[in-house]
């Protein structure tokens, strides 16, 4: 059983940093790119951000570059989301995603299946 579990969340103002994590147990990790998604009621899911599973070639939505960085950690199961300058438009809840097979391509959306329950993000005007 895969499972992802993310942590990190909070409310922060305008300007503000978070950092958010996510533990990945019940799948090799160290042999899956994985993601970070967003989604914010009545909205569509966002594609934020995924890296390769060596922790090289990461990728970002154009919103977020250069505010926000995606790492991982395969000795500890992690990856991480710093996330800089935040804006109000970046409330939301941040979902962790791995694909549904290692050799998936990290850097389409469209190939994540497994899903964490998410981390509530606040940003206050």
């Known amino acids: 059983q895969v499972q992802l579990v993310e942590s990190g969340g909070g409310l922060v103002q305008a300007g503000g940093s978070l950092r958010l994590s996510c533990v990945a147990s019940g799948l090799p990790f160290s042999a899956y790119g994985m993601g970070w998604f967003r989604r914010t009621p009545g909205k569509e899911r966002e594609f934020v951000a995924a890296i390769s599973r060596s922790g090289s070639s990461p990728t970002y939505a154009d919103f977020v570059k250069g505010r926000f960085t995606i790492s991982r950690d395969n000795g500890k199961r992690t990856v991480s989301l710093q996330m800089n300058s935040l804006k109000p438009e970046d409330t939301a809840v941040y979902y962790c995603?791995?694909?549904?097979?290692?050799?998936?391509?990290?850097?389409?959306?469209?190939?994540?299946?497994?899903w964490g329950q998410g981390t509530q993000v606040t940003v206050s005007s």
């Open positions: 995603a791995a694909p549904a097979t290692s050799d998936a391509p990290y850097y389409l959306d469209t190939t994540y299946s497994f």
